[in-house]
């Protein structure tokens, strides 16, 4: 089965600040999802990666996936604290809808 | 469109009983697929229905079941409860099944099952 990495677990920033969070794949890429949970609650479709070198945006959150390293990350800019939550990266394996995700990071922006 | 309804929200049960769990996924969207999510093994994946037919499924006990309606609804169904049992289970659409992550997928805000 596919094996995901995030890094980092958990990370703790002030308002403003930038930051990124990486997902790192131990087989090949098939597609790559980015979600945002609240705790306790469901999950959030952020965007969803298909080629090699593809980039997303959507407001202050960007998402690249990089084939060759088997890896993607997220990135956000200016964060608030409305941007605090759990991260899950998870990628397609085989057919199916059947998604592999990572242990998630525990984001925290302090104001 | 309505976003993935899922219910109950919250379920409380004990052990030995049986609970069945909604899905109703966003409209036009014909994949459903199944995930508990606990602290422990964070989010797996426990079955997915395209077209009524069970399509894959994950690594869990036949004591975990589901089925899909003709209007894609889909429940999923746990008998013989067990205390382990206790987790956030997710429902998530998609239009068509996934391959190799070509279409995105949708999550339901979730079932909170805790068995005593």
């Known amino acids: 089965s596919q094996e995901l990495e995030q890094s980092p677990q958990s990370l703790i920033v002030q308002e403003g600040k930038n930051l990124t969070i990486n997902c790192t794949s131990s087989?090949?890429?098939?597609?790559l999802y980015w979600y945002k949970q609240k705790y306790g609650e469901g999950l959030i479709f952020l965007m969803m990666l298909q080629k090699g070198g593809e980039e997303k945006s959507h407001e202050k959150i960007t998402a690249k996936l990089d084939e060759k390293k088997q890896q993607s990350s997220l990135h956000i800019t200016a964060s608030q604290p409305s941007h605090a939550g759990i991260y899950l990266c998870?990628?397609?394996?085989?057919?199916?809808?059947?998604?592999?995700f990572g242990e998630g990071t525990q984001l925290t922006v302090n104001p | 469109k309505a976003g993935v309804t899922q219910t109950p929200r919250y379920l409380i049960k004990t052990r030995g009983q049986q609970v069945t769990l909604s899905c109703s996924p966003i409209?036009?969207?014909?994949?459903v697929s199944w995930y508990q999510q606990t602290p422990g093994q964070g989010l797996q994946f426990l079955f997915e229905?395209?077209?009524?037919?069970?399509?894959n499924k994950g690594n869990f006990p036949g004591r975990f079941s589901g089925r899909q309606f003709s209007n894609s609804r889909s429940e999923m169904n746990v008998s013989t409860l067990e205390l382990g049992d206790s987790a956030l289970y997710l429902c998530a659409s998609s239009p068509w099944t996934l391959y190799r992550g070509a279409y995105e997928q949708y999550f339901g805000p979730g079932t909170r099952l805790t068995v005593t």
């Open positions: 409209s036009g969207h014909r994949s």
């Open positions: 229905y395209f077209s009524e037919t069970q399509r």
């Open positions: 087989k090949t890429l098939y597609g």
């Open positions: 998870g990628a397609g394996v085989g057919s199916g809808s059947r998604l592999t």
